[in-house]
């Protein structure tokens, strides 16, 4: 953990030993920004920077925000914030110190965020994945169950043992939908196959994402897929011989001969839209939830162990989502039991997959609660 804290000009980097610090505004000191003319942008971030996954491709929007506008923006961030009262402190210090738009990039800052902006109506925030709005409170999320029906559809068809392995982080909606549809894509090539689920409790966590990875293939699985941060499950999975999705960005880096392909969390156009609009005085609260279609959802080439009739049948899926023609959620689904919950034909609807509690047939196990 950082044991020093640094203000530059248009970043600011921190860690969560720091926060009392910058509740008390010392680091944050006015003399840090620049003219009031300067629109000011702040970020909030669960993991670090170099997490390789989640918070790294925030803080890529971050830098396409500086890249589009130079000095007519200032941007800061604070990373590896952990989801509670400290949270509440980093976005009401980020509130006090001038910003003009704040993004907290997860799940569990949605209260605190609500509750800071009651006290600063002024100020817009943008809260990442959560359900709760206000005047000043926008929220965005991106249909990544789009991408895992993609890469689901790819482990049907290049398992050997039936047996796939899914490293997950929390047992939320956003999580349980991506293992669902990633399960129904797979069983729909491949029937037989089931997913083997390990919950580890935590966004990032490389020494727990590495023993899940372990533990999974020691149980038989031959592919992995996480949603987990880290590279490290992929890491795991190129030493011991097995093939892999990488998690919000490109991994092929850390294991080129497993990573097949990864889902790209893609946020530097919408970051870009929501600074302009603030500074046109055009921004409204609204909620979006974009995918494959709007570029949110994105991948990068497939590994060198990609066969071709797989790349097809996942550039179809691809299609078909964007077309319209295809959705992951659309019937039949059967639950755990094998009974019928969508009929053939219908879809899930947005509001179902928001609140989405519970597993469909193939998946292993109970859902934690």
Do not use: C
Not at 128 to 140: F, I, L, M, P
Not at 299 to 309: E, W
Request: aromatic share 10%.
């Amino acid at each position: 953990m950082p044991s020093s804290f640094t203000v530059r000009r248009r970043t600011l980097i921190g860690g969560v030993a720091l926060t009392a610090s910058l509740v008390t505004g010392v680091v944050l000191a006015p003399a840090a920004f620049a003219q009031d003319d300067v629109t000011k942008v702040g970020f909030i971030y669960v993991g670090p920077v170099g997490d390789h996954g989640w918070t790294y491709r925030h803080d890529l929007g971050r830098q396409a925000i500086e890249a589009q506008f130079g000095d007519r923006v200032e941007t800061t961030f604070v990373e590896t914030v952990p989801e509670g009262a400290d949270a509440e402190r980093v976005i009401r210090n980020l509130a006090s110190s001038g910003h003009d738009l704040i993004f907290t990039t997860s799940f569990g800052y949605m209260n605190p965020t609500i509750k800071v902006a009651r006290d600063f109506p002024d100020v817009k925030f943008e809260h990442a994945t959560g359900y709760k709005r206000a005047d000043n409170v926008s929220t965005y999320s991106a249909r990544f169950y789009e991408g895992r029906a993609v890469i689901g559809t790819m482990a049907g068809m290049m398992t050997e043992t039936d047996a796939v392995g899914y490293i997950a982080s929390f047992p939320i909606p956003e999580v349980v939908r991506g293992i669902n549809s990633f399960t129904i894509a797979m069983r729909k090539v491949n029937p037989e196959a089931e997913v083997k689920v390990v919950w580890v409790n935590s966004w990032y966590d490389p020494g727990k994402e590495a023993d899940a990875a372990k533990a999974l293939i020691d149980q038989g699985v031959d592919l992995i897929t996480q949603h987990t941060d880290s590279p490290a499950p992929l890491q795991v999975a190129q030493e011991r011989g097995v093939l892999g999705f990488g998690q919000a960005s490109d991994m092929s880096g850390f294991a080129p001969e497993s990573q097949l392909t990864s889902i790209i969390d893609d946020w530097d156009q919408y970051y870009i839209d929501r600074t302009q609009a603030v500074m046109d005085g055009t921004w409204e609260s609204q909620d979006v939830f974009y995918g494959i279609k709007e570029g949110m959802v994105a991948f990068p080439d497939y590994g060198p162990n990609v066969p071709d009739d797989v790349k097809e049948a996942a550039e179809t899926v691809k299609e078909g989502i964007v077309a319209g023609t295809l959705h992951p959620f659309q019937g039949p689904i059967m639950n755990q039991a094998g009974e019928e919950i969508v009929a053939e034909g219908d879809v899930l609807g947005d509001d179902v997959l928001l609140g989405m509690d519970y597993y469909v047939e193939g998946v292993q196990g109970a859902l934690p609660k």
